[in-house]
C-alpha cells in the first residue's frame, strides 16, 4: 500500500477489476482498492447468474446439529487463550479468535449422525457428489458413512495421486471427498452435489464451493444442483464472539 499510495492520483483512468473487491479480515486494504482503483460499479450474485441461466438452479438443504459436549470444552480453551493473551498484553486479532471457533464447528463431530441420518433418506444424493471437510481425519469418518451406500467413491487428500480427479471427472468415482484445495480450478459439470461439512467464512470461498455443483450441464438440461450445508442450533458462541 505505501509504495502504490497516491500512484493513482494523477492519471485519468482507473483499472477495472472483474472480481470480488471485499477482502476478508483486511479493512484497510478494502477501502485501500476502493480509493485507488474505484467503488464497485456493478455486481452480478449467484442468484443473477441462475436467473439468467449461466448457472443451474440448485435445491438447498440446512441440516441443524447441535454442539455436543466435546465441542463446548474446546470452546472454552479458545476463550481460556483469548483471556491469557489479553492478559500477557497479546491481545489476540478478530481474525484469530474466528480461525480459533471456526475450527472447532469445522471439525464438530455432532454432525456426523445428522449426516447419517439425512443421507440414508437421500442416498441419491452421493451421486455426482463433492464433500468438503476440513481435514484429513475428519474426512476418514465421512468415508465410514459412505461404506453404507456406495462403493465408488474415494478420498482426494494432501499427497493422493491426481488419478483420482481424473477418475471422478470420468464417472468411474460417482463421489470425493476433499479438503478446500479443490474449491478452485475444477470445473466438472456434471458435479451435481456439494456437501459442505466445512465452510469457510470467506464469502468467496464458500461461493467457489457451492459453484463446483452450478455449473450447466449440456448433457443434462434439466440439472439442478444440490447444495448441503450444517447449520449450527446454538448461537452463544456467535453472540460471544461478536463481543470479545
Wanted: include cysteine; proline fraction near 3%; hydrophobic fraction near 35%.
Amino acid at each position: 500500500r505505501e509504495s502504490l499510495s497516491g500512484l493513482s492520483s494523477n492519471i485519468r483512468y482507473r483499472l477495472g477489476l472483474s472480481a470480488t473487491s471485499e477482502r476478508e479480515y483486511d479493512d484497510i486494504g478494502t477501502e485501500f482498492i476502493k480509493e485507488h482503483i474505484g467503488p464497485i460499479i456493478f455486481e452480478f450474485e449467484l442468484s443473477d447468474a441462475i436467473e439468467r441461466g449461466i448457472l443451474s438452479p440448485l435445491n438447498y438443504y440446512p441440516l441443524d446439529y447441535e454442539p455436543n459436549e466435546q465441542d463446548r470444552k474446546n470452546i472454552q480453551n479458545v476463550y481460556k487463550m483469548i483471556s491469557a493473551r489479553k492478559h500477557a498484553g497479546n491481545p489476540m486479532t478478530k481474525e484469530e479468535i474466528w480461525i480459533k471457533l471456526s475450527r472447532v464447528f469445522k471439525i464438530s463431530k455432532a454432525k456426523l449422525p445428522v449426516f447419517g441420518k439425512f443421507i440414508s433418506t437421500n442416498t441419491k444424493l452421493l451421486k455426482r457428489c463433492i464433500i468438503f471437510v476440513e481435514e484429513t481425519e475428519y474426512g476418514e469418518e465421512v468415508l465410514t458413512y459412505l461404506h453404507h451406500y456406495r462403493d465408488d467413491f474415494h478420498s482426494y487428500f494432501q499427497g493422493e495421486d491426481s488419478e483420482v480427479l481424473r477418475r471422478f471427472g470420468s464417472g468411474e468415482v460417482e463421489c470425493l471427498v476433499t479438503c478446500h484445495r479443490l474449491s478452485e480450478g475444477i470445473d466438472i459439470r456434471s458435479i451435481s452435489t456439494v456437501i459442505l461439512f466445512s465452510s469457510s467464512k470467506a464469502k468467496l470461498e464458500t461461493v467457489q464451493r457451492i459453484g463446483r455443483s452450478l455449473r450447466v450441464n449440456p448433457d443434462d438440461p434439466a440439472k439442478r444442483a444440490n447444495v448441503i450445508d450444517f447449520i449450527k442450533s446454538d448461537d452463544e458462541v456467535d453472540s460471544k464472539y461478536m463481543s470479545a
